[in-house]
């Protein structure tokens, strides 16, 4: 069945390293989102995109995060240079992007730890 | 901003029902979900409830929405262990694409 993808499911990296993750949404899904979870801060919305186009980032730090669609059957998101308080767990979710209002189907969640 | 709010824990004992609570802030809401994250799992749609409706039942789920009072529950009939998880309310306005989601409720069941 349909479902959103996501690797690594686990990286340890150190404090100062580059940080990749990448994301496959549901075929057909034009909508994918990507949200940081902590136990802190619960569920925060980094960025969003629509048709490839990315329409909100308000919520990443501008500085070292950066979030790319090369092409519609995959999301990045990357952090340069990782710090600790970037462990957290990352999830991309799609939808299908209609009028507004459509389900979120959520990946498993890529689970960072910068040391 | 709009605001989601949820209980944080709540605990039963298994075979019993479980109420789970949610009040909102955002009076244009016409989408209203709950979703359920296993441990080290993502976010999987349990339900959801347009904001003309004020019922929804699903086999063990029910879904109450209060909409004067901005109040959403989530029942589940004869809790079982494996309903142990976090529950997730979250509603969107008509038009918007970008939910607001709560805090979570872990609802821990025991024997």
């Known amino acids: 069945d349909a479902r959103v993808t996501q690797t690594p499911r686990d990286k340890v990296t150190e404090m100062g390293q580059e940080v990749t993750m990448r994301c496959q949404p549901i075929l057909g899904h034009n909508t994918v989102f990507w949200y940081r979870q902590t136990m802190m801060q619960g569920l925060e919305l980094l960025a969003y995109?629509?048709?490839?186009?990315?329409?909100?980032d308000s919520g990443m730090p501008k500085d070292r995060f950066s979030a790319e669609m090369p092409d519609a059957t995959l999301a990045t998101l990357k952090i340069q240079p990782s710090e600790p308080r970037d462990s957290a767990v990352y999830f991309c979710a799609s939808a299908s992007g209609g009028s507004g209002g459509e389900t979120q189907y959520f990946g498993p969640g890529t689970r960072l730890l910068v040391l | 901003g709009e605001d989601v709010e949820q209980s944080l824990f709540l605990s039963v004992r298994e075979g019993d029902s479980s109420v789970i609570n949610c009040t909102y802030t955002?009076?244009?809401?016409?989408?209203l979900y709950w979703y359920k994250q296993e441990p080290g799992a993502g976010l999987q749609l349990l339900t959801y409830?347009?904001?003309?409706?004020d019922m929804k039942q699903d086999q063990r789920l029910t879904v109450l929405l209060n909409k004067k009072d901005k109040h959403l529950s989530l029942r589940i009939a004869d809790t079982q262990t494996g309903d142990s998880a976090i529950y997730f309310c979250a509603e969107i306005s008509g038009g918007s694409y970008i939910p607001t989601f709560g805090r979570g409720t872990s609802l821990i069941v025991h024997p």
């Open positions: 955002d009076s244009s809401s016409t989408y």
């Open positions: 409830i347009f904001s003309n409706m």
């Open positions: 995109f629509r048709n490839r186009a990315p329409l909100d």
